[in-house]
């Protein structure tokens, strides 16, 4: 079973390594969807508790995050890095964590599954 929350966030940051608008400063209205997999329990027919995933995402995740200059926080805030920024906060507290996808607008959006680099 698949479980995911959301949260919505509004950030500012530059990426100071592109050669394009981005490199100046801006901000995005950022919605981030975390995914776990886990199996559910056969007495209650539930998986994790959507709850304890949300609180886990709130303090680890969204409370850096939100209203900040991403910068302060990441060296270089592209989509790309700032999953793999949250995937290392979030994996060790949460049990089967699948995917965290990141869009930075309504229609451009990225993913992450963990160390994807490693992989064939």
Not at 7 to 24: I, K, N
Not at 49 to 70: G, N
């Amino acid at each position: 079973m698949r479980l995911s929350v959301s949260h919505a966030f509004e950030a500012a940051h530059r990426l100071p390594l592109y050669e394009g608008p981005c490199h100046d400063l801006h901000g995005h209205g950022y919605k981030m969807v975390v995914t776990v997999s886990a199996p559910t329990d056969p007495r209650t027919g539930m998986g994790p508790d959507f709850l304890a995933i949300r609180r886990i995402v709130t303090e680890r995740v969204f409370d850096a995050v939100d209203h900040k200059y991403l910068n302060d926080i990441i060296d270089n805030p592209t989509a790309e890095n700032i999953l793999k920024w949250m995937w290392r906060r979030l994996a060790p507290d949460i049990p089967g964590l699948f995917e965290i996808i990141l869009w930075e607008t309504p229609d451009l959006w990225a993913a992450y599954r963990g160390d994807e680099e490693s992989r064939p």
